[in-house]
């Protein structure tokens, strides 16, 4: 694509003044009906070191309302980051719904800076392709407008420019070693940002070369390629807006997409479970001591070698997932975990992207994130309350198999578990907290709702485990009907889960 962009290209001052204006009206215009229609919009600008980005970005903010967008100057990844995945960093900086973030520099960083020569990294590099069209198409599928700019300068503008830097003691500290052994492999940059741009031009997030030799063509071609992608976004969003839901065979209210109900045959992990199973007394009072030193003893070594952990826990209302929870991190080092209980998104958590929530909590490097509900409510609660549409309940399910095979790469263990008890058992613990003064608060007319559904819950539970049980971070099912079976189930499954990672680690 680099090599196909006609650089000598100019534009005169009366083309470009007239352009620009008629753009800069119109792109203004889009931001408030993207603003009117909730619509997400994230713009990057790459490019060659010296190419006018900054100059270029402030360009087209110009006709923008500032209270409306955000700039993030993305610079090495700090040591916070580093701790975590990649793209954690990139997560947290997503726009919510209505609004425009832009970013100097982004997730393509790791792609496309330096790495001539180094042998190591460039074997990372397919993996990193599939992990960033991943991500960009979960951006594209949620509705976002994802734009993303290459400035181009020859290698002979370039080296014009940075000496013309480098003269300006005001400007000279943009130029110093780095940039000038970049700017000395240039063609072997080239090479390898042609690579990464093919290989990253998709349908979801396709893009734009800009030609930078020439700045007011470049202003230009900016605009315009913002201007049609909100125009587009915004004609879509306008022709769906009134669509509504049918009901044997619905309609999706963004899209207008038609779907029918799946039929599945269940899951075999449901099947299996056994609730009759329990454990004594004595027993129970015997192994959890042993237990929770042994998860001490985990949680050292995860410390020591940097491995972070996520543990799930899904289940029917009052599983005793509280109380599993409460054994789990008993004898724990309180500094080395943190318990996330998710609850209904308010108000700036529904504005932005489901997972952006919970990626916001991944724990650091040696450390432990317990989520107390999670990211699969969208599958469950809001496909079963109709808080989600069924196009987005039903792409959930490849978005989060995803995200956690992003956070698996990064060495992660992942332990998810669905607390399961029976109808009987949950009516018995329902009468049981609403007539004692100290668990009444924990029975609240929601969860006698939800009880009303069960055969749309088990339905969806299905799917769920169907669907998102992977070989690397299977679903674990706890028979729950025993408190106690359960609690000494959910210590025994997480400290295997650590020992076949420790056994892992020793073994490469």
Same mark, same amino acid.
């Given at each position: 694509m680099l090599d196909q962009i006609d650089l000598s290209r100019k534009l005169n001052k009366k083309e470009w003044k007239g352009a620009r204006e008629e753009l800069q009206e119109r792109l203004g215009e889009l931001q408030r009906q993207a603003k009117a229609l909730t619509i997400p919009t994230l713009v990057i600008l790459e490019g060659w070191d010296a190419a006018g980005k900054g100059t270029l970005l402030n360009r087209i903010l110009q006709p923008l309302d500032p209270r409306g967008f955000r700039v993030y100057n993305v610079s090495r990844p700090s040591e916070e980051a580093r701790m975590r995945p990649y793209l954690w960093a990139f997560w947290r900086l997503l726009p919510e719904e209505g609004r425009i973030v832009f970013?100097?520099?982004?997730?393509?960083?790791?792609?496309?800076?330096?790495?001539?020569?180094?042998?190591?990294?460039?074997?990372?590099?397919?993996?990193?392709?599939?992990?960033?069209?991943?991500?960009?198409?979960?951006?594209?599928?949620?509705?976002?407008?994802?734009?993303? /700019?290459?400035?181009?300068? *020859?290698?002979?503008?370039?080296?014009?420019?940075?000496?013309?830097?480098?003269?300006?003691?005001?400007?000279?500290?943009?130029?110093?070693?780095?940039?000038?052994?970049?700017?000395?492999?240039?063609?072997?940059?080239?090479?390898?940002t042609e690579e990464v741009i093919r290989a990253t031009d998709t349908g979801d997030a396709a893009w734009t070369v800009v030609n930078g030799q020439d700045e007011r063509l470049a202003e230009v071609q900016m605009l315009s390629t913002l201007v049609k992608a909100l125009e587009e976004a915004v004609a879509l969003r306008q022709r769906t807006a009134e669509a509504s839901d049918a009901s044997a065979v619905r309609e999706d209210p963004r899209t207008g997409t038609s779907y029918s109900e799946p039929e599945l045959t269940g899951s075999a992990l449901l099947r299996e479970a056994d609730l009759r199973a329990t454990c004594s007394e004595k027993d129970y009072k015997k192994e959890l001591p042993e237990?929770?030193?042994?998860?001490?003893?985990?949680?050292?070594?995860?410390?020591?070698?940097?491995?972070?952990?996520?543990?799930?826990?899904?289940?029917?209302?009052?599983?005793?997932?509280?109380?599993?929870?409460?054994?789990?991190?008993?004898?724990?080092?309180?500094?080395?975990?943190?318990?996330?209980? *998710?609850?209904?998104?308010?108000?700036?958590?529904?504005?932005?992207?489901?997972?952006?929530?919970?990626?916001?909590? /991944?724990?650091?490097?040696?450390?432990?994130?317990?989520?107390?509900?999670?990211?699969?409510?969208?599958?469950?609660?809001?496909?079963?309350?109709? /808080?989600?549409?069924?196009?987005?309940?039903?792409?959930?399910?490849?978005?989060?198999?995803?995200?956690?095979?992003?956070?698996?790469?990064?060495?992660?263990?992942?332990?998810? /578990?669905?607390?399961?008890?029976?109808?009987?058992?949950?009516?018995?613990?329902?009468?049981?907290?609403?007539?004692?003064?100290?668990?009444?608060?924990?029975?609240?007319?929601?969860?006698?709702?939800?009880?009303?559904?069960?055969?749309?819950?088990?339905?969806?539970?299905?799917?769920?485990?169907?669907?998102?049980? *992977?070989?690397?971070?299977?679903?674990?099912?706890?028979?729950?009907?025993?408190?106690?079976?359960?609690?000494?189930?959910?210590?025994? *499954?997480?400290?295997?889960?650590?020992?076949?990672?420790?056994k892992a680690l020793r073994n490469q």
């Amino acid at each position: 694509m680099l090599d196909q962009i006609d650089l000598s290209r100019k534009l005169n001052k009366k083309e470009w003044k007239g352009a620009r204006e008629e753009l800069q009206e119109r792109l203004g215009e889009l931001q408030r009906q993207a603003k009117a229609l909730t619509i997400p919009t994230l713009v990057i600008l790459e490019g060659w070191d010296a190419a006018g980005k900054g100059t270029l970005l402030n360009r087209i903010l110009q006709p923008l309302d500032p209270r409306g967008f955000r700039v993030y100057n993305v610079s090495r990844p700090s040591e916070e980051a580093r701790m975590r995945p990649y793209l954690w960093a990139f997560w947290r900086l997503l726009p919510e719904e209505g609004r425009i973030v832009f970013m100097n520099r982004s997730w393509y960083r790791r792609l496309l800076d330096g790495r001539f020569g180094q042998d190591e990294k460039l074997r990372q590099v397919d993996e990193d392709l599939e992990e960033t069209r991943h991500f960009e198409s979960q951006l594209h599928q949620s509705g976002m407008v994802l734009v993303k /700019f290459f400035i181009h300068i *020859t290698k002979r503008e370039q080296r014009k420019r940075l000496k013309a830097l480098d003269k300006k003691a005001e400007f000279s500290w943009r130029v110093q070693n780095e940039e000038w052994q970049r700017h000395k492999h240039y063609e072997e940059l080239f090479a390898l940002t042609e690579e990464v741009i093919r290989a990253t031009d998709t349908g979801d997030a396709a893009w734009t070369v800009v030609n930078g030799q020439d700045e007011r063509l470049a202003e230009v071609q900016m605009l315009s390629t913002l201007v049609k992608a909100l125009e587009e976004a915004v004609a879509l969003r306008q022709r769906t807006a009134e669509a509504s839901d049918a009901s044997a065979v619905r309609e999706d209210p963004r899209t207008g997409t038609s779907y029918s109900e799946p039929e599945l045959t269940g899951s075999a992990l449901l099947r299996e479970a056994d609730l009759r199973a329990t454990c004594s007394e004595k027993d129970y009072k015997k192994e959890l001591p042993e237990l929770q030193e042994r998860l001490r003893e985990i949680q050292c070594t995860l410390y020591r070698e940097r491995i972070p952990a996520v543990v799930a826990f899904e289940g029917w209302d009052a599983a005793g997932k509280g109380g599993a929870i409460k054994r789990l991190t008993e004898n724990l080092d309180p500094r080395g975990y943190e318990v996330h209980p *998710t609850s209904a998104p308010n108000d700036f958590e529904r504005a932005h992207y489901h997972l952006w929530r919970f990626w916001r909590n /991944f724990p650091k490097a040696g450390h432990i994130a317990i989520f107390d509900r999670t990211w699969y409510g969208r599958v469950l609660v809001e496909r079963v309350e109709g /808080f989600c549409s069924p196009e987005e309940w039903r792409r959930a399910y490849s978005e989060i198999n995803e995200m956690e095979a992003q956070w698996l790469r990064y060495g992660t263990i992942i332990v998810k /578990f669905w607390l399961h008890i029976d109808q009987d058992e949950q009516l018995k613990r329902f009468k049981e907290r609403q007539d004692s003064p100290q668990k009444s608060w924990k029975i609240t007319d929601e969860d006698w709702r939800n009880r009303e559904k069960w055969p749309q819950y088990q339905k969806a539970l299905e799917e769920m485990l169907l669907r998102t049980s *992977t070989l690397q971070a299977p679903w674990t099912v706890v028979e729950a009907n025993s408190k106690e079976y359960a609690r000494l189930k959910v210590l025994r *499954t997480v400290i295997q889960a650590a020992e076949t990672a420790f056994k892992a680690l020793r073994n490469q």
